[in-house]
C-alpha cells in the first residue's frame, strides 16, 4: 500500500506587514531564491514570488478564483464587485464598462480631456522653488481625469481621492476593525448619492463615459452592480497612476543619462513600462484555490489563499538582470504590473496614455530642468500598493 505524504510549503511567522511595507524587494528577493512558495503567518496567505508561478495562478481562474470571501473587500465596498467575481458573471460585468475604454475613445475623447486637464494642472506649479509633486499634481491630476472618465465630473478632486483611500483602507482592513468600516460606510453612502444625482443627466444625454455607457447599455446590468464597479474605478483608478507617475519621475530624475536620451527620442512609454515593472503600483492580488492543487511540488489545499506577489514576478532574476536598478533600455521582457488573465487592468491603455503620452512630455517640455534636490528624502511605502510618499522637486 502506497500513501501519498502530503508536503505543505514551508510555512515563516517572522516577516511582519511592517517589513513588507518598508522593504519588501529584499524580502522577496531572497523568497525568490530560498522559498518561492512560502506560507506567511503574517498576512495569512501563501505567498508566490516567481514570475512563472504569478501568472500561472492568474492565467487559470477555474483553480484560482477571484471570489474569495474571506477579503473585507465586499464589507468595505458593500457590495459583490466585478474584482471577485469569475466566469460569465464577471465577464458580463467587465463587458459593461468596456466601451468607454476603447481605444476608439481614448483617442477621440479621453486623449483631448485628459490633455486640457494636464496643461492646466502644469501651468499652475511654481517655477524655481521647492514643490511636492505628490499633493500638487499626481494625486489631483489622476482624480480628476478619473472623474472624467467615470462620469461624476461634479466631484471634487479631494472628495475622490478620500473616498478612493477609504475604500482601499476598507478593503485591506484584514483586522475588521470598525473604524475603517464606518468611514468607507460614510464614503459609499457620498458616492451613492451623488450617482443617484448624475444618472438622469446620462441618461438624457448619453456620452462616452463609464457610468453613461453602463446606465444606457441595452441590457444594462443591476444599478447596484453599475455603483459597486464605478467605486472598484474610483479604489483603483488614483492610486496607480498617482504612485506610476511619483516613481517614473523618480527613476529618470535620479538617472540623468536615461532621462537626456529619453526626452532626445521621446521614449517616454520605456520610461513608464519600466516605472511600473521596477515599483509596481499594485504588489500583490490575492485568488482563492478552488481544488486540492499543487506548486513547485508543494501541495496546495482546496480553500488556501495563495497571494501572487506581481511586485516579486517584475524582479525575477529569470528575466530581468539587475532588477533593482530603473533602467529603461533593459532588453523588454513582459512584466506583471497590469496583473494577467481575465482581470488584467482594464485601464491600463488609459494610464499609459495619460502618463506616456500626455503628462510626462508635457512636464519636461516645460521644466527642461526639473531636478530633485535630495533623492534621500524620498520614501517609498506600501505592502499592497507602493509608491514614492514624496517627491519634493525644483521646477525649472
Ligand atoms: C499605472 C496604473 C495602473 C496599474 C499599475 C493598475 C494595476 C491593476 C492590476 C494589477 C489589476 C488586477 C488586479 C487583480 O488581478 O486582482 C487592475 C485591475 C483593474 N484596474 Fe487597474 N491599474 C492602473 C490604472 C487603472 C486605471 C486608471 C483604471 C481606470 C478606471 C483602472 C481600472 C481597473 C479595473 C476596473 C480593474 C478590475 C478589472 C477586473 O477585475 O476585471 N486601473 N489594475
Known amino acids: 500500500m502506497t500513501t501519498t505524504l502530503a508536503k505543505l510549503a514551508p510555512s515563516d511567522d517572522t516577516i511582519t506587514i511592517r517589513q513588507l ?22 498576512v495569512g496567505r501563501t505567498m508566490l514570488t516567481k514570475a512563472e508561478d ?46 468607454a475604454f476603447s481605444g476608439k475613445n481614448i483617442k477621440n475623447c479621453w486623449q483631448p480631456i485628459y490633455t486640457r486637464i494636464a496643461e492646466e494642472f502644469v501651468a499652475a506649479l511654481p517655477r524655481g522653488e521647492i514643490v511636492d509633486l505628490y499633493p500638487t499634481l499626481a494625486g489631483p491630476f489622476a482624480a480628476h481625469c478619473l472623474k472624467h472618465l467615470l462620469g461624476i465630473e461634479e466631484a471634487s478632486d479631494a472628495d475622490m481621492q478620500r473616498w478612493s483611500q477609504v475604500l482601499i483602507d476598507g478593503a485591506g ?12 460606510d460614510a464614503a459609499n453612502a457620498e458616492m451613492d448619492a451623488l450617482f443617484e444625482r448624475v444618472v438622469p443627466r446620462h441618461l ?17 446590468i443591476a444599478k447596484s452592480q453599475i455603483f459597486a464597479n464605478v467605486k472598484i474605478a474610483i479604489g483603483g483608478g488614483i492610486n496607480e497612476p498617482r504612485d506610476a507617475l511619483l516613481t517614473i519621475l523618480y527613476g529618470l530624475l535620479t538617472n540623468p543619462d536615461q532621462l537626456a536620451e529619453c526626452r532626445e527620442n521621446a521614449l517616454w512609454t520605456a520610461a513608464f513600462e519600466e516605472g511600473v515593472r521596477w515599483v509596481a503600483p499594485i504588489q500583490v492580488s490575492a485568488r482563492l484555490v478552488t481544488e486540492d492543487t499543487q506548486i513547485r511540488g508543494y501541495d496546495i489545499p482546496r480553500g488556501e489563499t495563495v497571494m501572487t506577489v506581481q511586485a516579486s514576478a517584475n524582479h525575477d532574476e529569470d528575466l530581468y538582470e539587475h532588477p533593482e536598478r530603473f533602467d529603461m533600455f533593459r532588453p523588454k521582457r513582459p512584466h506583471q504590473a497590469f496583473g494577467n488573465g481575465p482581470h488584467f487592468c482594464q485601464g491600463t491603455h488609459i494610464a499609459r496614455r495619460m502618463l506616456a503620452d500626455i503628462m510626462l512630455p508635457m512636464l519636461f517640455d516645460r521644466f527642461p530642468n526639473m531636478r530633485l534636490p535630495d533623492p534621500a528624502q524620498v520614501r517609498f511605502y506600501g505592502f499592497g500598493f507602493r509608491g514614492p510618499l514624496q517627491l519634493p522637486v525644483i521646477l525649472d
Not at 460569465?88 to 468596456?98: F, I, V
Open 21 to 42: 511595507s518598508d522593504d519588501p524587494y529584499s524580502i522577496y528577493r531572497r523568497l525568490r531564491a530560498e522559498a518561492p512558495v512560502l506560507r506567511v503567518k503574517s
Open 54 to 99: 504569478t501568472k500561472y495562478v492568474k492565467d487559470n481562474p477555474e483553480l484560482f478564483s477571484s471570489n474569495d470571501p474571506q477579503t473585507p473587500m465586499e464589507r468595505a465596498f458593500l457590495a459583490h464587485t466585478l474584482m471577485r467575481k469569475d466566469g460569465a458573471a464577471h465577464k458580463a460585468e467587465r463587458g459593461a464598462m468596456a466601451p
Open 204 to 220: 438624457t444625454d448619453p456620452n462616452p463615459t463609464v457610468l453613461s455607457t453602463m446606465v444606457n447599455a441595452e441590457h444594462p
Open 173 to 184: 482592513n484584514f483586522g475588521w476593525d470598525d473604524a475603517p468600516f464606518a468611514r468607507s
